[in-house]
């Protein structure tokens, strides 16, 4: 029964300084509007904060529909309750009722990436470069905690977009994410994206999710990832994974820069020693010679 013990383990939590609300009152103090999401066990729907006007996202989750993955869920909640960083979406408020669970979190209108990529197929280097680096300010803030997220993909990414024109990335789904005490083993992620050292079973760690950052670069500046498999045979593409021969094949990549490739090589290294930190990602020229836009500037979100 996941209502009991109680999902949370307690009702009265303080959330980044907001005391979570009485699911009597969801409806009380936030005007609940369409559905602009929905998965296997939680829907997403609009919200409104009567007091103030101000729009949230509220993720309402089905316990009886995620009977069995409770651990992702309590781990998600456990994760955001610690974090706090312009590039990671918010928790605000979570409350429950023995059949449900409500996250009331930061509203990013522009949708995922995955979406976004797929309507867009790829970004000039500008927007690619601001997006890699609002994703690897997000992963050095969780890797100096130590958390590792395990499953950073475009559909874990939504997409803020900006009055002139330009995007920034927030991290969200937080499910898989981990605190890293020594080698992990557990077998989990997304395998596009999935890292060399999770395949090989050798133990992994935080780099796992700078690989996962250079798959979606490289996505980014031109439309596919870049390791593939010709017919629906995963092994296929975990044997390339694990040999990481990157290529840039013509003409897709004819007018990519340097740097840019060079950076996705650093970050597609299968020696996870030589592979770059979060730190370094965004020390290399690609992300830092570039205008610092969105430190004064409010988002459409």
């Not at 829907?43 to 103030?52: D, L, N, P, S, Y």
């Not at 509220?58 to 529909?65: F, P, S």
């Not at 781990?75 to 610690?82: F, G, K, P, S």
């Amino acid at each position: 029964d996941v209502s009991s013990p109680s999902l949370l383990h307690g009702r009265e939590r303080r959330v980044n300084g907001n005391r979570s609300v009485s699911s009597s009152i969801i409806n009380e103090k936030y005007k609940v509007g369409k559905v602009i999401g929905d998965g296997n066990f939680a829907v997403v729907k609009e919200c409104v904060e009567r007091a103030t006007g101000q729009e949230f996202a509220l993720k309402i989750i089905d316990k009886a529909r995620c009977s069995g993955k409770e651990h992702l869920i309590e781990n998600e909640v456990a994760v955001l309750r610690r974090v706090r960083h312009p590039s990671i979406i918010q928790l605000m408020e979570v409350d429950e009722t023995p059949t449900q669970l409500f996250l009331v979190m930061e509203l990013v209108k522009g949708g995922d990436l995955f979406d976004a990529i797929t309507s867009s197929t790829k970004y000039s280097e500008r927007d690619a470069s601001a997006m890699v680096y609002n994703l690897a300010g997000a992963v050095k803030y969780l890797h100096r905690m130590n958390i590792v997220h395990r499953d950073i993909k475009p559909e874990n990414l939504l997409v803020c977009e900006y009055p002139d024109g330009t995007k920034s990335l927030k991290l969200g789904d937080f499910g898989l994410a981990t605190v890293v005490e020594g080698p992990l083993f557990t077998v989990c992620g997304t395998p596009t994206y999935v890292a060399p050292e999770i395949i090989a079973e050798t133990g992994y760690g935080l780099k796992v999710d700078i690989w996962a950052a250079g798959v979606i670069a490289y996505i980014l500046l031109c439309g596919f990832p870049p390791f593939r498999r010709s017919n629906n045979v995963q092994e296929e593409l975990f044997d390339q994974i694990l040999r990481g021969k990157l290529e840039f094949p013509s003409p897709d990549w004819d007018t990519i820069s340097l740097p840019a490739k060079m950076l996705i090589s650093q970050m597609l290294q299968v020696n996870v020693d030589a592979r770059f930190t979060a730190e370094e990602v965004l020390s290399h020229p690609w992300v830092t010679v570039r205008p610092q836009r969105h430190a004064n500037t409010s988002p459409h979100v």
